[in-house]
């Protein structure tokens, strides 16, 4: 077990390593960017990023600098406000992105996982079809066209929900769910073709020659064997969801990282960029972490030694 | 001897792309109680969509009970409801299957799959149930079942899962023991040592048992009785003795010429049965069997052969046994074993006139 | 008893080797799988639809006298009319034009992410497939270590720091976007290279290419035809997302990610300007997916009878 996490560790830090420096010779390369020298700063923005990056000295140098900063969990100051650092948004705006995230997360999990649970059950048969057409609806619209029209539809024309701002937690709701609606019909889709290839399985044929009800069958020997590619999906799921964000965040006006980094992609605010997407990478890495852990522990058949299937 | 089980003219259907495939059509049989019988016939002859059906496992749709009666302890299962059938799987009759690997869940412990049927069926609290089923490892021979009971499948080898399959099907003492190709995913040396264990529980049990193969050696140390089924009938039926030493019908001499024996010192080769069976679908006019039977008549490719008693016990279904036909010698392999058995009759009687 | 007459126990001539005959025609694999894919309405529903906007993207520009950047500034913002089939935006286009123009760059940029992954992938994963030991090791390490990297992270980045534009685009979506079609691709070789018919196909003599082009090819296509109608809805869909972000392709270009992006702030007024780019959005990625979800279905072979 803990030669397995070890090594995933490992493999974490190194791809947390190159998207590091992917992201500090990227900014090196920008036009317009801090170290291109091309725009004359305010005098104060420059003092910061002299004092954070070392504009004057070698690469060599800044790079390491750099990492060592962000080791020290410090993403360094705005390219564009000054007075600001990536440090400021992520305390104001993370919590705001991750109340909604977690939000959203349930709303997909609970929703999907009982969508396709009931589309497997009655496979072929109208309930199967109608989860399986909101199921293919719901990851053909992209996620700001849903997003404007749930907002449109719900909250302008029928007033059901607030417009916009994150105030109550009525203002959650909404932006949950637009967040929520492609991860929901992906996990249904999931949850219902690993229940069918579970419910082919001989054991279940097993447990129905022991003479267990249907309501056993499913709750006991089905559904804990079809939720295992749901959790491990879980991963790649916070990474829609934290994606995702940026889009609902802006749509719905709430002040979280989203929005902040998105004003910063339009603002060309490089330094928060670099920031945000350093900071971003290291929570989904860890979720991803988190979610192979956890799956090691649900899954008997993985002796984590190896991370193999055990045989 | 009491009949346990009593099968009735049973036909089993699968609605299928390709059409309705018959894949029973119209099998009788019966089981006594504490006798072994063997189904053996050729993948796809019938032999377990018999066997699901008389524990009612096949699904429907796609499957189908067109017709026939299963009548165990008197009352037929065909009429059963779902939540009845309940009550007779895992209690009255336990099932085995073929392949120990899949058969279990890989994600629940041993002894809670074992614990299942004992909460279910014989009201057991869980620490009962647990203690049985340590017992019930025991008995199937599984060496320190104490600490087995808490392993899952994947730390179990291929035998010993199927002696844990053993375990759940005899949990609740069933009166009938479906066994579905138990042996058949095994090694040779393991699957003597499970058939083995079989005998003895049966002896122990009382239990009845079907036993499902495909391999005629098995059958002559594990049954009393055998049922040849060929393309969803039933061909020629009964004791060890008549099949192995008085067979008549000729897809038995073909199974009894493939069948390899160690006396046999001469160099010959094994005879195959040529072709393979015929597509169920649309099962053909006359003798299933006529396209691959080298003693095929004219009358095979016309009308499907009525049965034959040859004894109180033996039946077979083919027009060889018909006074007109010519007399045939069945092949080297299987003369060479044939008896002279007292409890035939003088002549083969018909008793079913085909249709 | 019936009579039945003497002859019929005559002995039949039975020729023997009949019997060794397959009743049924055996179908080759493709055309099985056609078949199958046929059988499946909604695939065969999204094929057509695919076709018609696949059409629509060639011809569909040429069908209106109205180009797709000329701006008119008299005729802002018109609902759809018989003039303009589908209205004007807020600069006068019209948005027909526009919108079979941006399908032209829409399906291009899916289309061609799509070839690409496919390229780098079946050269990666096949090579660390065939030559496998330390070679295997330390190329899919790589892929795992790359892997890693969150993906929409590193192609926003990309579209930040490099000149916005087509080429860019189709860059950054597959500097890792071809890791899984790696991974399909090798996993497939391996399990295929130590199957018995490759064995037994080695054992007869059959040359190395051979297998591959006989063998391994033919079987290695479905997943990979399978990860690819499903690669080409994904790039849609993120090209949509970024001209969302503003990170999409300049003006005066269109696709319906930027049209759509677009239409979004015009919702409550102008709403056709978000519905046709959105709905053509939609029906594509709708399309993919259930091809996609058909040809998965028709090459399980589990699911053949």
């Known amino acids: 077990m803990l030669r397995y996490i070890g090594r995933r560790l490992l493999y974490m830090l190194l791809s947390l390593f190159l998207i590091i420096t992917a992201t500090f010779f990227l900014m090196r390369a920008a036009p317009g960017g801090p170290f291109s020298g091309e725009k004359k700063l305010p005098p104060e923005i420059e003092k910061n990023l002299n004092e954070f990056y070392g504009l004057d000295r070698p690469w060599y140098e800044q790079y390491f600098d750099y990492l060592t900063s962000i080791a020290q969990w410090d993403f360094g100051p705005s390219f564009k406000y000054k007075g600001q650092t990536v440090n400021d948004l992520i305390n104001s705006g993370f919590p705001v992105s991750f109340f909604l995230g977690m939000e959203a997360l349930l709303i997909a999990v609970g929703m999907g996982v009982l969508l396709g649970i009931i589309a497997a059950l009655n496979h072929n048969k109208w309930q199967d079809y109608a989860a399986m057409i909101f199921a293919v609806l719901g990851i053909s619209v992209p996620s700001f066209i849903m997003a404007s029209l749930l907002q449109y539809v719900l909250a302008i024309k029928l007033g059901v929900f607030p417009v916009a701002r994150w105030e109550s937690f009525m203002h959650t709701i909404l932006p949950a769910i637009a967040l929520a609606t492609g991860p929901t019909a992906f996990i249904a889709r999931l949850t219902r073709s690993s229940m069918l290839e579970v419910l082919s399985n001989d054991y279940i044929r097993t447990a129905k020659a022991k003479g267990l009800s249907r309501m056993q069958i499913t709750v006991r020997h089905a559904i804990r064997n079809a939720l295992l590619p749901v959790v491990s999906y879980l991963g790649p799921l916070s990474a829609g969801v934290i994606t995702g964000s940026f889009v609902i965040e802006k749509i719905f006006g709430i002040p979280g990282l989203g929005s902040h980094f998105v004003l910063s992609i339009s603002n060309r605010d490089y330094t928060v960029i670099m920031g945000v997407t350093v900071f971003y990478s290291i929570i989904l890495l860890a979720a991803i972490l988190l979610v192979d852990i956890a799956y090691g522990l649900i899954d008997p058949r993985i002796k984590l030694a190896g991370g193999k299937k055990g045989e | 001897m009491e009949k346990l089980l009593e099968v009735k003219n049973l036909e089993v259907s699968f609605q299928t792309y390709g059409g309705e495939v018959q894949a029973v059509r119209g099998v009788s049989f019966h089981v006594n109680k504490g006798e072994t019988l063997a189904i053996v016939g050729e993948s796809g002859s019938g032999k377990s969509v018999t066997s699901q059906t008389i524990m009612r496992l096949i699904p429907m749709p796609p499957g189908k009970i067109k017709n026939g009666q299963i009548l165990f302890n008197g009352e037929d299962l065909v009429k059963k409801t779902d939540k009845e059938m309940e009550q007779i799987r895992g209690k009255d009759i336990g099932m085995i299957f073929q392949d120990p690997m899949t058969s279990l869940n890989p994600t629940m412990k041993v002894g809670k799959q074992i614990m299942e049927v004992l909460i279910k069926h014989q009201n057991m609290s869980p620490a009962q149930a647990k203690e049985r089923a340590i017992e019930l490892l025991k008995l199937v021979g599984i060496p320190m079942p104490e600490k087995r009971v808490n392993q899952y499948p994947h730390e179990f080898s291929g035998g010993m899962r199927q002696r844990a399959m053993i375990a759940v099907a005899l949990a609740s003492n069933p009166k009938l023991l479906i066994a579905d190709e138990p042996t058949t995913a095994l090694d040779v040396t393991i699957q003597a040592q499970i058939l083995e264990l079989m005998k003895d529980l049966q002896k122990k049990m009382g239990t009845s048992i079907i036993f499902i193969t495909h391999d005629l050696g098995v059958v002559a140390n594990m049954a009393d009785r055998v049922a040849v089924m060929y393309a969803g009938k039933i061909v020629e039926m009964g004791t060890v003795d008549e099949i192995f030493y008085d067979p008549r019908h000729p897809y038995t001499w073909g199974l009894l010429a493939s069948m390899p024996s160690l006396d046999s010192d001469d160099k010959k080769e094994l005879a195959a049965i040529p072709g393979s069976p015929p597509d169920l679908t649309n099962p053909p006019k006359g003798d299933a069997f006529a396209p691959r039977n080298p003693y095929a008549m004219r009358i095979d490719f016309e009308q499907e052969p009525p049965l034959f008693k040859i004894s109180d016990t033996h039946y077979a279904a083919t027009w060889l046994l018909h006074p007109d036909a010519p007399k045939v010698e069945p092949p080297e392999a299987v003369k060479k074993r044939l008896r002279k058995l007292s409890s035939n009759y003088d002549k083969p009687i018909i008793v079913k006139e085909s249709e | 008893m019936q009579q039945i007459p003497k002859e019929m126990f005559q002995p039949a001539s039975v020729d023997l080797s009949e019997a060794e005959k397959i009743s049924k025609p055996s179908l080759s694999f493709w055309k099985d799988v056609s078949i199958r894919f046929r059988k499946n309405k909604l695939a065969m529903f999204g094929l057509v ?58 399906l291009f940029i899916g289309v061609a992410a799509a070839l690409i992954d496919l390229f780098i992938g079946v050269l990666w994963g096949g090579i660390a497939a065939f030559r496998g030991g330390r070679t295997d090791e330390v190329m899919m390490r790589i892929a795992d270590i790359l892997w890693g990297v969150p993906y929409l992270l590193l192609v926003i980045l990309l579209m930040v720091v490099l000149e916005q534009g087509l080429g860019t685009m189709i860059l950054a979506m597959t500097i890792t976007g071809w890791i899984n079609m790696a991974r399909i691709v090798r996993g497939q070789v391996l399990q295929l290279k130590n199957q018995e018919y490759v064995l037994a196909a080695q054992t007869l003599g059959a040359s190395t290419s051979r297998i591959m082009f006989r063998h391994l090819i033919p079987n290695t296509m479905g997943p990979i035809l399978v990860t690819m109608t499903l690669t080409i809805p994904s790039a849609i869909f993120t090209e949509a997302f970024l001209s969302y972000l503003g990170l999409g392709v300049p003006q005066p270009l269109a696709s319906w990610g930027t049209m759509a992006s677009d239409g979004v702030s015009a919702l409550q007024y102008y709403p056709w300007r978000l519905f046709f780019p959105a709905t053509m959005i939609c029906l594509t990625i709708f399309a993919f997916n259930v091809v996609g979800d058909g040809l998965r279905d028709a090459l399980d072979p589990r699911l053949r009878k």
């Not at chain 3, 993207?57 to 589908?86: C, Q, V």
């Not at chain 3, 935006?89 to 399908?103: E, H, K, S, V």
């Open chain 3, 49 to 106: 639809l695919l076709f018609i906007l696949v059409f629509m993207a060639i011809f569909g520009p040429m069908m209106t006298p109205h180009d797709y950047r000329t701006n008119d500034l008299m005729n802002t913002n018109k609902p759809p009319s018989a003039e303009h089939w589908f209205g004007t935006d807020d600069l006068g286009r019209d948005i027909f034009a526009r919108t079979w123009y941006g399908a032209r760059i829409s």
